[in-house]
Nanobody, 124 residues
Framework: QWPLVESGGDSVQAGGSLKLSCVASGYNQRSYCLGWFRQAPGKERAGVAAIHSDGDTSYADSVKGRFTISQDNANTLSLEMNSLKPEDTAMYYC???????????????????WGQGTQVTVSS
């Protein structure tokens, strides 16, 4: 089992910042990826950012330079979100892949475990 629990979603003004967290304890694979995805109303789930067990990261062009994905020593996945825009409004999910070769922000079908999501709403 690989439980994932997201937190940190909130309503924020455009230009503001949020930090999402995902408690991802329990993973022990040698080649894993952890990722953040989002789904807006009427849209398919889309990749945002990913990090590989070797530290490599990958970002969607729409968030590159504004969002930062990272892990801490307590197996917590984070997404630092800066300069937020209304188009960032979505339900955000963390996910884990237990056999991952490299970080790929948009490898949605490859992820094995998913959290329940946390809502981010950005208003102008």
């Amino acid at each position: 089992q690989w439980p994932l629990v997201e937190s940190g979603g909130d309503s924020v003004q455009a230009g503001g910042s949020l930090k999402l967290s995902c408690v991802a304890s329990g993973y022990n694979q040698r080649s894993y990826c952890l990722g953040w995805f989002r789904q807006a109303p009427g849209k398919e789930r889309a990749g945002v950012a990913a990090i590989h067990s070797d530290g490599d990261t990958s970002y969607a062009d729409s968030v590159k330079g504004r969002f930062t994905i990272s892990q801490d020593n307590a197996n917590t996945l984070s997404l630092e979100m800066n300069s937020l825009k209304p188009e960032d409004t979505a339900m955000y999910y963390c996910a884990a892949e237990n056999s991952c070769g490299y970080a790929n922000y948009d490898a949605t079908p490859d992820y094995n475990y998913w959290g329940q999501g946390t809502q981010v709403t950005v208003s102008s």
